[in-house]
């Protein structure tokens, strides 16, 4: 057996599958990413305001990083409602053919039972 090395946008693509696969994952991560932004918001609003005020560099960086952030987030909620909504049809449509199975058993007993008449 050889050993495959992967690179490092693979492993990163093979993560995000992995987390964005389930429900639950995908809700944790938005509320970790909700909470890192209301923690840089307040840090950098209340905290480090002035001193980002009197540097320009930082403060762009500063909220560059909480827009990307703010982005990401927007992005995982988005991809968590698509993901839903497609979960939600695959559920509907796999108790639509267990009905239309249903009603064609209850046919097919009724007509067999009309012919033992």
């Given at each position: 057996m050889t050993k495959q090395k992967v690179g490092a946008i693979q492993m990163c693509v093979l993560i995000a599958k992995g987390i964005l696969h389930t429900r639950s994952l995908r809700r944790?991560?938005?509320?970790?990413?909700?909470?890192?932004?209301?923690?840089?918001?307040?840090?950098?609003?209340?905290?480090?305001?002035?001193?980002?005020?009197?540097?320009?560099?930082?403060?762009?960086?500063?909220?560059?990083?909480?827009?990307?952030?703010?982005?990401?987030?927007?992005?995982?909620?988005?991809?968590?409602?698509?993901?839903?909504?497609?979960?939600?049809?695959k559920e509907h449509n796999k108790e639509m053919a267990k009905d239309l199975r249903d009603i064609a058993k209850i046919l097919k007993d009724e007509e067999d039972r009309k012919k033992g008449e």
């Amino acid at each position: 057996m050889t050993k495959q090395k992967v690179g490092a946008i693979q492993m990163c693509v093979l993560i995000a599958k992995g987390i964005l696969h389930t429900r639950s994952l995908r809700r944790k991560l938005g509320l970790q990413l909700i909470v890192v932004l209301l923690i840089l918001f307040s840090l950098g609003v209340f905290v480090i305001g002035d001193w980002l005020e009197q540097h320009p560099w930082p403060f762009v960086i500063f909220w560059a990083v909480v827009f990307l952030l703010t982005a990401g987030l927007i992005l995982l909620a988005l991809i968590d409602a698509l993901r839903v909504i497609s979960e939600e049809q695959k559920e509907h449509n796999k108790e639509m053919a267990k009905d239309l199975r249903d009603i064609a058993k209850i046919l097919k007993d009724e007509e067999d039972r009309k012919k033992g008449e």
